[in-house]
């Protein structure tokens, strides 16, 4: 795809764009997401997005916004394959995180130029050389891991670019012999500029192009760039090992399904990193050393020194922890002076720096961890934690008369304990938001300095606004659905208050079990029948929700680091 930079003025594009979020996308990914019609959510939604970035796409073109006129009824207009990306989605109101959240890794990653660590060239593209993803026993499938490609008609724009700084390929994979004189200039001309060629078919002398020799000039560059390292014969391992042999981030474990991208802006080096399989726990490691290591979160827009990192055989490794479908951005900037002291290893726990600069441990199991600092500091920390509190209820939910697809009066239940609107009888088919609350007791011991409280929804469909004692936390929008509530909570008598809003398909589906799962006076049933089928996507606030306390510890005070 060959991506190209427009900042100065270039002539160059920079922009990658394509069109997603469709419900008839045949799931060729691996990020797990519904694809039903009216089933789709903030969270889904984010997950699409992370593969779509990981695929080298810098910009996503929502697939349609249908327009549907105010005086049309719920739920409204709508064009069969889209998501129903509109006011007519009960969390329409509540899409500020998602698009905010589009809009930074947007900018991320139009931002300075691409680094590809490979260019396979050439690779089939759809059209005219036919479909792009049925050439797997020649080329790569996709454009992950920071793998670029060509073809024959876009190779002549490469060279120019990398020459104005707006793109920049550290290999190039020769998959097929060029077959003409100009793409053999293109390539030298990229050779000559830093890249190093892997010719995995075969070697410039017994390239015969246009069925006549090379001009004796070329010949003698190719010879130059061959005797220097820059032309390599890779016919014996192939262009499969080659292009693994040339990425530049990994991964421990290594059979993790990571992927990534990467920029360089300023002089500093911008990787995206996104989990596509199973919840990641481990280290991810770069080409570089020393300097300032960064975590962008790009959820909450925080930049923070990387605390838990070292360096080893050339290469610094930083310990990351990504959920299925998440995604962080890390920098490196060699001519920065990074943080006093970072977390080499540690038995146990999660480390990051605070916005006042301490450099803190966080451990959600009790007992002794060990801890070893980059200034050869050991430390043994004795961490207590407070038992889990459980939010058990009863629980107060109302639903407003005037949004969404309401009941046509207000509606307020007692909920002894909670469960899907679906086995409610009143809001079975209700489509908007409710507003869940409950007071809670909380223990001196939970507040304590050394704690900190994060509040758990456990299963929340779709998401949840959440409130404590009258402050306004956050808006949990993407699995595990949790957020730390330290500030917000206080020994003793605390109140909370949720606003979640469900899924417009819960108002077009209906099922017969609702029949069998009431009783006769309508009320909803304390134990509806097991065999009544209930759509099986559930809406509002399972649970259970718990607060759960993290033992919070000072590893090394505030450093004065100054960012420009």
Not at 286 to 311: C, K, M, N, Y
Not at 441 to 470: F, Q, S, T, W
Not at 540 to 558: E, N, Q, S
């Amino acid at each position: 795809m060959a991506q190209t930079n427009t900042q100065g003025g270039s002539k160059f594009r920079g922009q990658v764009t394509c069109e997603s979020f469709t419900h008839l996308s045949v799931k060729l990914g691996r990020v797990r997401r519904p694809h039903g019609e009216w089933e789709s959510s903030p969270f889904h939604l984010r997950g699409a997005a992370n593969e779509i970035f990981a695929e080298g796409v810098n910009r996503i073109q929502m697939h349609s916004f249908s327009y549907s006129p105010p005086e049309i009824p719920y739920p409204g207009w709508r064009m069969y394959a889209e998501l129903q990306l509109n006011r007519n989605s009960p969390w329409w109101h509540h899409i500020n995180p998602l698009t905010t959240w589009l809009a930074r890794n947007h900018w991320l990653l139009q931002a300075g130029r691409p680094v590809a660590d490979a260019l396979v060239y050439p690779v089939a593209s759809d059209p005219p050389d036919g479909p792009f993803r049925e050439q797997g026993s020649q080329q790569p499938v996709s454009a992950r891991d920071a793998v670029d490609g060509a073809n024959r008609f876009t190779l002549p724009f490469i060279p120019a670019a990398q020459a104005a700084g707006a793109y920049e390929a550290k290999t190039i994979i020769l998959t097929a012999p060029p077959a003409s004189t100009e793409e053999v200039e293109h390539l030298l001309s990229l050779v000559e500029g830093g890249a190093t060629l892997h010719s995995t078919s075969s070697l410039p002398e017994a390239w015969a192009v246009n069925s006549r020799p090379l001009p004796s000039e070329t010949i003698r560059r190719l010879a130059a760039m061959t005797s220097a390292g820059r032309i390599r014969d890779a016919r014996s391992e192939g262009w499969a090992s080659a292009l693994a042999a040339s990425r530049t981030v990994r991964w421990t474990p290594a059979a993790a399904e990571l992927s990534f991208q990467r920029r360089r802006v300023d002089g500093r080096d911008l990787y995206f990193v996104v989990n596509l399989g199973d919840d990641f726990e481990g280290e991810v490691s770069f080409p570089q050393t020393g300097g300032l290591w960064e975590v962008w979160d790009a959820d909450h827009g925080s930049i923070r020194p990387a605390a838990q990192l070292s360096a080893r055989g050339g290469r610094t490794h930083l310990r990351l922890s990504l959920r299925h479908a998440e995604s962080t951005w890390i920098s490196s900037s060699s001519g920065d002076q990074g943080p006093p002291v970072q977390v080499v290893r540690a038995s146990g726990g999660s480390f990051h720096y605070s916005e006042t600069g301490l450099l803190l441990g966080c451990f959600d199991r009790a007992g002794q961890h060990e801890v070893t600092l980059s200034n050869g500091e050991s430390r043994s920390i004795d961490v207590s934690i407070p038992a889990p509190v459980l939010l058990d209820g009863p629980w107060s939910l109302s639903v407003r008369s005037e949004q969404a697809l309401s009941p046509q009066r207000p509606v307020t239940l007692r909920l002894e304990r909670l469960v899907s609107w679906r086995q409610i009888a009143e809001l079975r088919r209700y489509a908007g938001s409710a507003t869940y609350t409950t007071e809670f007791d909380l223990p001196e011991k939970m507040c304590r300095p050394d704690v900190a409280v994060v509040l758990d929804l456990g299963e929340v469909y779709e998401l949840a606004n959440v409130e404590v004692n009258g402050h306004a936390v956050g808006t949990v929008w993407c699995g595990p659905f949790s957020i730390e509530v330290t500030d917000a909570v206080r020994p003793g008598r605390n109140q909370l208050r949720l606003e979640v809003p469900n899924q417009m398909k819960n108002s077009l589906e209906r099922s017969d079990g609702f029949a069998r799962a009431l009783g006769g006076d309508g009320k909803r049933s304390p134990e509806p029948d097991a065999t009544a089928d209930f759509y099986m996507r559930p809406s509002g606030l399972l649970g259970p929700v718990v607060l759960r306390a993290t033992g919070r510890v000072v590893i090394a005070p505030a450093n004065l680091l100054e960012r420009n």
